[in-house]
Each structure stands twice: as structure tokens, then as C-alpha cells.
């Protein structure tokens, strides 16, 4: 039965609530006078339920499509403007005892070169990923209780954040790593971790099953409820995620709303971000497989409508995307990518040797190249990490994001940490295009106090001032 609060799996991502759901939509695709009135809801940027939302996504009349994609962006950027937050992934190990069929790291998978870094290589990464000018990091790593049990994963976090190379700092940690207890949970929060990430997959649970046939992943519920058991733990800050293109995405994308309402039924608070990944080749694994295969049409429209459905959650685009995708959907919701990736264990200080990547990378850009594409197209990249350590974390950075006042920290912040960028690892026409970007921006912060603040920082930070913050 049905029910968003309930701790158990099966009720808050019901099967036969998301199969009703999904049918109401068809049923209701043309349905102009509905399709209206789910829109102007949708405008008084509240947000929108799983079977609304699923409407929306089904809707097949035009105008309506269009005015979809026109209330994403402008919901984008009423709650994020134009900035956009960087992050690079970081994998640690890709030992892994699960048998995900969907992952090359499944351990049946025998062609694979396996790889652990241990704290020199981590030191050699994390000096590289400074040096490119990265301050957000996502921690990544295969389920292996025996070659990385929790606490090599602490021992990481914790000699990552104590690596300070010239100017560099990762000043943010977040983790994605397989489900585990709450009192591992609780060891992570201690760590000083930001945002914990645990992709469902699927929430097929069927698929699920055939689709992680053996190890601790094969259970569901274990998996699902994840999140809950992380929030108890006190981590605040959660972030969602489903494969797209393993299964049917009608059927993912209501659950995957369901599983926000659950969590803001159940925890008070719903994710801090939703990832929106595509399955992508590597060793062992074609795609072409799975038949839940989405155009970027489709994408390009998913995305609008989990921005239109919970607008105060920030969105991810990795580098499973490439350029001309990224740019599409920056415009439809997203507010964080990776620039300058890479997924193979210890990729940042050697070429690889042997291909340990967890998928084949869609934008191969560096960082710089990144930034300055950003700006060219009135992106205002941010290095900002200044929320969860001024203690904005959960309900708290929720009521100020609601409310539109975390304007107040974000632009400034954003300008901030990109001239610390442009000064510290810029290209010559990075640099002068961000200085040119900054200039232009200064004017959108809210008050003339703030507004001479932050004017004195920039000067401050070209003269070598580091990691001011509001
Ligand atoms: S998806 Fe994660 S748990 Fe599954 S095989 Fe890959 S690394 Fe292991």
C-alpha cells in the first residue's frame, strides 16, 4: 500500500502506485485544461506531486511542451540564477563483490584491471585535482568490505581534506559509496562529509533484482532505504540518482519523485541534489544491452520536469554527457557538472596504463576549457562549498533556498571562488574573460554593503587572500 512516510521500501516507492501513476499520465497526455492547471501550479514554484509530475512528462500537445521547457528555465534561474557549481569525481578503488550488470567493476567481470589507491597515490590525485583548481570532490568507490572497508574510505576523506597544495583546498567531500549502516553513516558525518550520493539504479524492483544478481547490492530494501538510515545517522545532505536507460524512465522518474516525497514525508527534508546519469559503454558493458535507451529529446525534457517538480533540489550532469547535451539541459535545470573528469582509479596524476574507468567520459574538456565554455555562454562557474561548513546543511539551507535568500550567499560566493580560480590556474583568456564576467556581475549582488564586501574581497584575493566566505 501506498505510503509516502512509511521506513519501508515497498510502501514509499509502491509498485502499483507508480504503474497507476504512469497510467494516469497516458491517460491524461492531451488533457490541455489539466496539463494548464499542473503548470500554473508548477509557477508558484512549490513544486509539484509524483503524479503531476508524470503528467507533465507525458504530455504530448506542443505549446504545452514548449511552456515546460520555458518554466524550467525560469524556475532555474529564479533559485540559481546563473551560476553553476563544479565538482570532479575521484575513485578510489574499483574492487567491488557486487555483480552489477550495468557497472564493469562487477567482480565477474575478469578483464579488468583492479586498482586501490593507497594514501601516496591519493596525495598525488587530490595535488592534481588542486591544480587544476577543483575545491569539490566526489568520492567513489566499489563495495569491497575487505579491500576497502569504511574505514580506508575515512582515512581518505581525511587525508584529503589535509592536502593543501599552493593555494589548493578540497573544501567539500561528498560520498558515493555502496549502502552501509547507520552507524557507518554516522562515522562519515563525523568525517566531515558533504553530500552522501547512493544511486538507485532502478526502482524497478523486479529489474532491480535481475539487474544486481548476487552480493549486498541484490537487496532492495537494504538499498532503498539507504537514505533514511544516513538521515538518522545526521547526515543532512542526500543526493538521489537513477541509471537512466536501464529501464522504463516513466517509471523511474515517478519513483524517483516519490522517493523525495518520502524523504521530506519521512525526514523532514527532501534531497539536497538528484543526479540524472546515462548508462555509458566501458570494459565489459555495451549500452545497447538495456532497453531503457533515452534520446536527448527525452532527457533534455526529464530533466525540465524534475526541475519544475522540486525546484529547491540542485541537479547533476556529469561527464557521461557530452557538450552539446550539457548545454541543452544547464539552460533546463542543472546547477552542478563535472569539468575536467576522470574515471578511472588514479586517472588525475597518470595516464592510464590500464582502463579502469567506471564509463567512457562524453566531454573530455579540461577544467579551464570548461570554465571559459561556461562563461562565453553567461555561466557564472562557482567553486562555492561555503554552505555546509557555515552549517546550511538540510531544513536549514532548504527554508533559505525556499525563502530566495540564499541568494545572498551564492552569488557573492560564486563570484568569490571563481576569481580565487582565475588568479590561481586560469588560461590567459579564461582569466580575462572571468574578470570581464565579474565585473558584469558584481551589480547582481543584492545590497551596496554586501556589494563593497565583496568588491574588497576580490582586490583582497588578487593580492592573495584565500577562502573567504559568506
Ligand atoms: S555499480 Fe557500484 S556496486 Fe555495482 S559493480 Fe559497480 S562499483 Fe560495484
Not at 512516510?5 to 514509499?12: C, E, K, Q, V, Y
Not at 525540465?304 to 539541459?329: D, F, K, L, Q
Not at 574538456?365 to 546543511?393: K, N, Q
Request: aromatic fraction near 8%; charged fraction near 30%.
Amino acid at each position: 500500500m501506498y505510503h509516502p512516510a512509511s521506513p519501508a521500501a515497498g510502501d514509499f516507492i509502491d509498485h502499483n502506485e507508480v504503474l497507476e501513476t504512469l497510467s494516469y499520465a497516458e491517460a491524461n497526455r492531451e488533457n490541455r485544461p489539466l496539463i494548464e492547471e499542473i503548470l500554473a501550479k508548477g509557477a508558484l514554484k512549490g513544486g509539484l506531486s509524483h503524479r503531476e509530475a508524470s503528467v507533465l512528462l507525458a504530455c504530448r500537445l506542443e505549446d504545452e511542451n514548449e511552456e515546460i521547457l520555458r518554466l524550467a528555465k525560469k524556475i532555474k534561474m529564479d533559485f540559481y540564477g546563473n551560476r553553476i557549481v563544479m565538482f570532479a569525481p575521484l575513485y578510489l578503488s574499483n574492487y567491488c563483490v557486487n555483480g552489477c550488470l550495468y557497472c564493469p567493476y562487477h567482480s565477474s567481470n575478469k578483464t579488468i584491471a583492479r586498482r586501490k589507491l593507497n594514501r601516496e597515490d591519493i596525495i598525488r590525485e587530490v595535488t592534481a585535482l588542486q591544480d587544476m583548481g577543483h575545491k569539490r570532490l566526489a568520492l567513489e568507490s566499489g563495495e569491497d568490505p575487505r579491500h576497502n572497508p569504511i574505514e580506508y574510505v575515512l582515512e581518505a576523506i581525511e587525508t584529503i581534506y589535509s592536502i593543501k597544495h599552493k593555494n589548493g583546498a578540497i573544501r567539500r567531500v561528498n560520498v558515493n559509496i555502496a549502502a552501509t549502516t547507520e552507524e557507518d553513516y554516522k562515522k562519515l558525518r563525523d568525517a566531515g562529509i558533504g553530500t552522501y550520493i547512493l544511486f538507485q539504479e532502478t526502482y524497478d524492483r523486479t529489474a532491480y533484482e535481475r539487474l544486481h544478481p548476487y552480493g549486498p547490492k541484490h537487496d532492495y530494501a537494504w538499498h532503498t532505504e539507504a537514505m533514511d538510515r544516513a538521515m538518522r545517522a545526521g547526515i543532512d545532505d542526500v543526493g538521489l540518482g537513477v541509471l537512466f536507460g536501464l529501464e522504463d524512465y516513466r517509471y523511474e522518474f515517478a519513483a524517483l519523485m516519490m522517493h523525495a516525497e518520502h524523504l521530506e514525508a519521512s525526514q523532514g527534508v527532501g534531497p539536497h541534489t538528484i543526479s540524472v546519469p546515462r548508462v555509458r559503454a566501458a570494459d565489459d558493458i555495451d549500452p545497447g544491452k538495456f532497453k531503457g535507451g533515452i534520446t536527448d529529446d527525452t532527457f533534455a525534457k526529464l530533466v525540465a520536469c524534475v526541475r519544475i517538480a522540486v525546484p529547491y533540489t540542485g541537479m547533476i550532469v556529469s561527464t557521461r554527457e557530452s557538450r552539446e547535451c550539457r548545454e541543452r539541459v544547464l539552460e533546463l535545470g542543472v546547477s552542478q557538472i563535472s569539468g575536467g573528469s576522470r574515471t578511472s582509479v588514479g586517472g588525475y596524476f597518470e595516464e592510464e596504463e590500464e582502463d579502469t574507468r567506471q564509463f567512457e567520459v562524453h566531454d573530455n574538456r579540461t577544467l579551464d576549457e570548461v570554465i571559459s565554455w561556461l562563461m562565453e555562454r553567461g555561466h557564472i562557474p562557482s567553486f562555492c562549498t561555503a554552505c555546509y561548513r557555515e552549517g546550511r546543511t538540510g531544513d536549514r539551507f532548504m527554508t533559505l533556498c525556499k525563502s530566495g535568500k540564499i541568494l545572498n550567499c551564492c552569488h557573492p560566493n560564486a563570484l568569490m571562488t571563481l576569481k580565487e580560480y582565475l588568479v590561481d590556474y586560469a588560461s590567459p583568456k579564461t582569466l580575462e574573460m572571468g574578470n570581464q564576467l565579474i565585473e558584469n556581475e558584481i551589480g547582481v549582488v543584492p545590497s551596496p554593503k554586501l556589494r563593497a564586501l565583496v568588491a574588497r574581497q576580490l582586490t583582497a584575493i588578487e593580492h592573495g587572500s584565500r577562502d573567504f566566505r559568506i
